[in-house]
Each structure stands twice: as structure tokens, then as C-alpha cells.
């Protein structure tokens, strides 16, 4: 790996391009409130910065801890170098929000950076809780929603974040050496390392793969009860879209060989898949607005 200059490693010279855009689930999209955009991208940027650090090809694993500690300490403000860092420090402060979400994904990178293999489903779990549960919880923050929806968020963002895992496991072992799928339900079935740097699954492979897809469908059916405990409607159906988003690659996931097969979402598939959710959304929401046990709704 190379030792990068210290003017050469300002966290905005490592951006891999990646934007919000181009994520598999909606970032700070239309359907979120304006006045929640500014710190929802805020917050991505600063996580975006820090995730294209720990996937850096030519850093070594000293550089990319030495980076994301310097995000860490700017963000709360015991440095002052990475812009990402003092932007999401400043919106904090705006809305008098702590950082907490965000420095658990730090950790989370932290952990890529010197953790590749998990050993079985509870390790993966607890690396979610910091790569992806944070996440939710500070989308239900922004929002004002009660802690008593973290527990259906943590199970949706789990969800997503082992989707993702299972589309991209052979990019993440043949670029990164990292390899998200636990030793356990590889030996489970017969599966080794080795098999997913093939062109195609074996079949021990795709075995352990589809068998992953059904646990990630279990954590799904457990978020189902988020969007209606959520108040405010943007954010609900918003949900809905990354909910009827995730089910369908799950489908594709339990079908397909993730090796040579497409488990992404088109363009068409996207707009439609959205468009369908949205109005169920928005339907499900007026049809439960003058419920006594629903609470108002923030637009």
C-alpha cells in the first residue's frame, strides 16, 4: 500500500465520486422534507468520505485510521482540517443534535479496516450496528421520532446493509479482501472463501448465499412495523419506497447468483417500484389519519 503525503490525504483528494445519487436506497430525496435535506446530505458526505477511506486501494491500513481518527476529532471539535467533518459539526449544532450517529459509523470503518471476515451472524449483526443501525436512528432523529422506533429501524437498516453485502460479496473479497458472508454459514453448506472469487456460485455457494437472503428476510417482515409507528409522512413513505425496494432484490437475491446474475435494481425498476409505494404510503396514511391512536402527522 502507499503511504500517502499529508497534503495528499485531505478527505476530500480521496472522494471516490460516489454520491448520494448513485446509492442503491433513496438519500435525502424529494419525498424528505426540505428544511431535512441540508443535514440528511451533511451527514451522508460525512459518511460517504469516510467509507471511500476505508475502501482506498493505494492506503494503508495506518492512513486510512490515521483519516478517519482526523474525522472523528473534527467532527467534534477537537480538530479542524476535513471540511465534511466541520460541515456535519456545524448542522449539528444548528439543530442541537450529538454526533453520536455518526461517530458509530466511524467506528464501523474503523473495523473494515482491520476486521475481513466475520465468524457468524452475531458478529455480522453487531458490525451492522454500527454501519448501518446509526443510520436509521439518526434519519429518526432529524425527524423527532421516539426511541420506540429504533427497534424496527435497526432491523430494516440490518437488512439493507446485509443486501448489499450479499449484491457485492465477490466485489468486496476480489478489490478489498473482505468477506461479509459468516465462516459458519459457509460451512454450513460446504461453501469456502475461494468460491467467491469464481466467475459463477457453486452450488454450496449459492446454497449459503439464498440461505443468507431468507435470514435478510426475516429482519425485513421485523421492520414492517416502522413506517406506522413513524409520525411524520414523508419520512413514512419514504420507508415504504426502501422497503418495497428491498424486498424485491431479496427476491432476485433468493433466485439469482449474485457472481454472474444481476440483484440490482434498473431504472425502470426503480421509478416503478417507488411510484407503487408511494401511493400505498400515502393511501395506508389517509386511511388511518383520524385513528385515535395515530398521533398527527409532520409534514
Not at 451533511?42 to 491500513?61: G, K, M, P, Q, S
Request: proline share 4%; charged share 25%.
Amino acid at each position: 500500500m502507499t503511504q500517502f503525503s499529508d497534503q495528499a490525504t485531505k478527505a476530500s483528494a480521496l472522494r471516490s465520486g460516489k454520491t448520494h445519487k448513485d446509492e442503491n436506497f433513496p438519500v435525502a430525496s424529494w419525498i424528505i422534507h426540505p428544511r431535512h435535506r441540508g443535514l440528511i446530505l451533511a451527514y451522508y458526505n460525512f459518511v460517504r468520505t469516510a467509507d471511500d477511506i476505508a475502501d482506498h486501494a493505494e492506503l494503508d491500513d495506518g492512513t486510512k485510521l490515521r483519516l478517519l481518527d482526523e474525522l472523528d476529532n473534527d467532527l467534534i471539535g477537537t480538530g479542524g482540517g476535513q471540511p465534511e467533518a466541520l460541515a456535519l459539526r456545524e448542522a449539528f449544532a444548528a439543530r442541537g443534535m450529538s454526533p453520536r450517529h455518526a461517530r458509530d459509523v466511524i467506528t464501523a470503518f474503523r473495523m473494515d479496516v482491520i476486521k475481513r471476515r466475520y465468524n457468524d451472524w452475531n458478529e455480522l449483526i453487531h458490525y451492522c450496528s454500527y454501519s448501518a443501525m446509526p443510520v436509521g436512528r439518526f434519519m429518526l432523529d432529524v425527524h423527532g421520532e421516539s426511541p420506540g422506533t429504533w427497534a424496527a429501524s435497526d432491523a430494516l437498516c440490518a437488512a439493507l446493509q446485509i443486501i448489499n453485502h450479499l449484491q457485492d460479496c465477490a466485489k468486496d473479497y476480489r478489490k478489498l479482501d473482505r468477506v461479509y458472508i459468516p465462516a459458519d454459514a459457509m460451512a454450513e453448506t460446504g461453501a469456502t472463501i475461494d468460491m467467491i472469487a469464481q466467475p459463477r456460485s457453486s452450488e454450496a455457494l449459492l446454497t449459503c448465499l439464498h440461505r443468507l437472503a431468507d435470514r435478510c428476510e426475516t429482519l425485513l417482515l421485523d421492520s414492517e412495523a416502522l413506517a406506522p409507528l413513524v409520525v411524520d409522512s414523508r419520512l413514512a413513505c419514504e420507508i415504504g419506497i426502501i422497503q418495497a425496494y428491498a424486498h424485491r432484490i431479496l427476491g432476485y437475491l433468493k433466485q439469482r447468483d449474485p457472481l454472474c446474475e444481476r440483484v440490482h435494481l434498473t431504472k425502470l425498476e426503480l421509478t416503478g417500484i417507488g411510484l407503487g409505494a408511494l401511493a400505498t404510503g400515502i393511501w395506508r396514511r389517509a386511511t388511518t389519519a383520524t385513528s385515535p391512536s395515530k398521533p398527527a402527522t409532520g409534514a
